[in-house]
């Protein structure tokens, strides 16, 4: 009995040894993408060539998603609002909701679903079909060449990626809550103009978003270079990429909120 | 013998604690071709990944034009690289470039030549190898010979002074595989570069190279000619040359005895 709770407890500690070291190893890499980075802004042609794959591409997915978010906001808005008789406050309901919180936090989670898991399964079998190892034979250092580039664009597509979920979904509560609805045009665009902030909202929402865009992209582009050169090993990978972004987008989320909307001014 | 180009002396490696080369002494001469055969696990493809300095070695050393591999810092064995190329079991080609793209890959990183002279190098390159009207065609769109005969294209961008080829025949037809053969043979002749061939296909090997290593073990049990591997009457490269069952390597892997493991001891008692 007591060796089985020793063999336990071992486990338990191997297991928390593993993740440490694993840790370690993903703050290694991120520092070695950042130092070897050089080459994908001297030749940023191949960072906008990832752009394209991982923002350009994810378009549809962020813009549809974000219309109907936006018109489920101002659906249940209304809903809520009109009990209170300030349904024209729906316009601030809609834009302060999204730029604030789900504009930042849901194209980053379907950012990572879109864009994290192909870099992951593209640099993972990129490394299974020993490609990687041929451009380092090659004399061309596959995280230069290969990361570098992917990750900065992640980066860069993030917050623009964002920003048109937010617009998207606006103009999702606009369709609803005026043209379904027929609330006073207006009084929704007027409240929305009064309180929504361009510093407080909308430079905290980018800010957020620009967190978001590390965090997937530098998960997904750890896990691809990471993974076991097997089927398994870059199935796992890809699925790894999802669920720890999504964990850190939404645990980042609440970190970034606590610091930027504390409920004191 | 001509001057040689890599020297390799009492190299040992292990993975952890198993391990794989335990003293293998080799000299390669320039514009030669070199084979070096072995069983799966002999160690042929880490001794492969020595060269190339992608590993280093626990004990002794591997020369590549009298520079010490593992002691050379990042920068110097990016160098030393650009004068090798590899030929990787199944081409490892970009898939997400073309054929003309992939062969055009090292010009463009490592020098500034204008886009017009690396279009007519590619070109010759993708010549050489029989494929120049495939130049537009991506990876996905070749067959497993087309794509070996592109790395191989990709792999002489360059012109460099010595090629390694991680099991080339693997999975080929015989016309694939005599073509990727004769490759082999007339471009190590017309580039005066070294070629090492890590191969399991003895008998088409033994049509194109100059010299045979044998490794078994972690070490050379045996070297020679193709003429003198042929003819020899080491019981290993006997069995190794002529495929055959049984002999020094095992038909079985180690096991308990036959009427153990069935438990027929009662009966047979």
Request: glycine share 10%.
């Amino acid at each position: 009995m007591p060796k089985r709770i020793i063999t336990s407890i071992q486990a338990v500690g191997h297991r928390i040894i593993d993740g440490i070291w694993r840790l370690g190893c993903a703050a290694r890499f991120f520092i070695l993408v950042l130092l070897k980075s050089a080459a994908s802004f001297l030749r940023f042609g191949l960072v906008i060539r990832e752009v394209y794959f991982v923002g350009v591409l994810s378009l549809i997915i962020i813009l549809v998603s974000g219309l109907f978010v936006g018109m489920v906001l101002g659906l249940q808005g209304y809903e809520t609002l009109q009990k209170y008789g300030s349904e024209s406050a729906v316009g601030t309901l809609v834009a302060l909701s999204l730029v604030r919180e789900l504009g930042p936090v849901m194209s980053a989670l379907l950012f990572a679903s879109r864009a994290g898991s192909a870099i992951t399964a593209e640099i993972g079998l990129m490394k299974a079909t020993e490609q990687l190892a041929a451009m380092g034979m090659m004399a061309v250092d596959p995280i230069a060449r290969v990361v570098a580039p992917r990750f900065w664009a992640g980066v860069i597509s993030m917050p623009l990626l964002a920003a048109l979920f937010s617009v998207m979904g606006v103009f999702g509560g606009y369709l609803v809550a005026v043209v379904f609805i027929g609330v006073d045009e207006g009084a929704f665009w007027s409240s929305m103009q009064n309180a929504v902030d361009f510093r407080y909202d909308i430079v905290n929402g980018v800010i957020k978003s620009c967190f978001f865009g590390v965090a997937v992209t530098a998960i997904a582009v750890f896990e691809g270079f990471d993974a076991p050169p097997t089927a398994e090993g870059v199935s796992g990978a890809t699925t790894r990429t999802v669920v720890t972004s999504a964990l850190a987008i939404l645990g980042l989320d609440f970190v970034l909120t606590s610091f930027m909307f504390r409920g004191v001014d | 013998m001509s001057e040689p180009l890599i020297e390799i002396k009492d190299l040992a490696f292990s993975y952890s604690t198993r391990p794989i080369l335990k003293s293998v002494n080799m000299t390669m001469s320039r514009g030669k071709v070199i084979a070096i055969m072995g069983g799966s696990g002999s160690g042929k493809t880490t001794l492969l990944r020595l060269i190339g300095g992608e590993i280093k070695p626990t004990a002794g050393y591997v020369k590549v034009a009298d520079q010490v591999v593992h002691k050379l810092g990042r920068n110097d064995l990016f160098r030393l690289r650009r004068k090798m190329g590899m030929l990787f079991q199944f081409g490892a080609l970009f898939t997400d470039l073309s054929v003309f793209d992939n062969v055009a890959f090292q010009m463009r990183e490592h020098t500034n030549l204008p886009e017009s002279m690396i279009r007519d190098l590619v070109l010759m390159k993708l010549h050489a190898v029989g494929l120049r009207g495939a130049y537009h065609l991506m990876p996905s769109e070749l067959s497993g010979g087309m794509a070996r005969r592109v790395a191989l294209a990709r792999s002489i961008a360059l012109d460099p002074m010595l090629i390694m080829y991680d099991e080339p025949f693997t999975g080929l037809d015989p016309i694939s595989l005599s073509v990727i053969g004769s490759l082999i043979r007339r471009l190590t002749d017309a580039l005066g570069m070294t070629s090492i061939v890590v191969t399991h296909d003895v008998q088409e090997s033994l049509k194109i190279v100059d010299y045979v290593y044998f490794l078994a073990d972690g070490v050379i049990a045996a070297q020679g000619t193709p003429g003198e591997v042929r003819e020899s009457v080491t019981p290993f490269v006997h069995q190794f040359v002529h495929g055959e069952e049984d002999g020094p390597v095992p038909f079985h892997y180690p096991a308990e005895a036959y009427p153990k493991d069935l438990k027929l001891e009662r009966h047979l008692a």
